[in-house]
């Protein structure tokens, strides 16, 4: 390989076990999640990589060293104002573990500092495509731990309540909205609880989608009455911890309710 004396370094820590991010490297699905859809890799020494980028250009590239799940290095073409072949490309992936997540640190070699200037912001770019795959990934069944969290609010007994909220949040959680300012789940299930015997009967129910991007998650929702009237609505923004745990929600009413 030709000499690649230019280099630039990305660094970014993802919320997630270094074996899952690690699979984003070697699992094709998983690789064109961030990639773009069209790209493969093989993961082993020697193996091809195929990148579609989302302006329709392709990259081909082959895997140097898979070492899991520590290292993944690999060449690949380069579009700017001429083709850049793989042999002056070469990437490093590092993992390191980080707290509860995981520090990636990419590694990219060049031959030509005009074309290591330009690869700043295509990996600023990339690695947050990547951030996104991931947390799209561990974050899969955020839907149901939302449809949890509205059942507490019509749950009757407190040890289920008590129950559910270990399952699903963090022991220190923190919960805000016009009549709330609660910190960890002792007090969320004697609020709930108590929410029930000022608002008899009332029932929580998503509305729609829930729409995610990286551990934030906003969920729409409706008030029933027994008889299925619509008392109130409105949003709750979920922060989500490893694990799938809930960190805080905060709830804002629609503009009706105000």
Request: aromatic share 8%; with cysteine.
């Amino acid at each position: 390989m030709n000499p690649l004396p230019y280099s630039t370094t990305r660094e970014i820590v993802i919320e997630a076990d270094r074996e899952i991010v690690f699979s984003f490297f070697t699992d094709s699905v998983r690789w064109a999640d961030w990639w773009g859809a069209g790209s493969t890799v093989e993961p082993r020494p020697g193996g091809q990589l195929r990148i579609r980028h989302s302006n329709g250009f392709v990259s081909e590239g082959q895997v140097l060293e898979v070492t899991e799940p520590e290292r993944f290095v690999f060449t690949f073409s380069l579009q700017t104002q001429r083709v850049i072949p793989p042999e002056e490309s070469r990437v490093t992936m590092q993992l390191e573990p980080q707290g509860n997540g995981t520090l990636v640190r990419v590694i990219h070699e060049v031959a030509d500092p005009a074309v290591r200037d330009l690869l700043v912001q295509g990996w600023r770019f990339h690695f947050s495509m990547f951030a996104n795959a991931v947390a799209n990934y561990v974050n899969a069944g955020a839907p149901d731990v939302v449809d949890q969290w509205l059942a507490l609010w019509s749950e009757p007994d407190a040890a289920a309540r008590e129950a559910t909220l270990a399952r699903i949040a963090a022991r220190k959680i923190r919960f805000r909205d016009r009549y709330s300012r609660l910190d960890g789940t002792d007090e969320v299930v004697a609020h709930t609880g108590a929410a029930q015997k000022f608002m008899p009967g009332i029932r929580l129910e998503r509305r729609g989608d829930v729409r995610h991007c990286q551990g934030t998650v906003l969920a729409d929702w409706v008030a029933r009455s027994t008889d299925g009237q619509v008392k109130m609505s409105g949003t709750s923004v979920f922060s989500l911890a490893p694990g799938l745990r809930i960190d805080s929600v905060t709830s804002v009413p629609s503009a009706a309710n105000n």
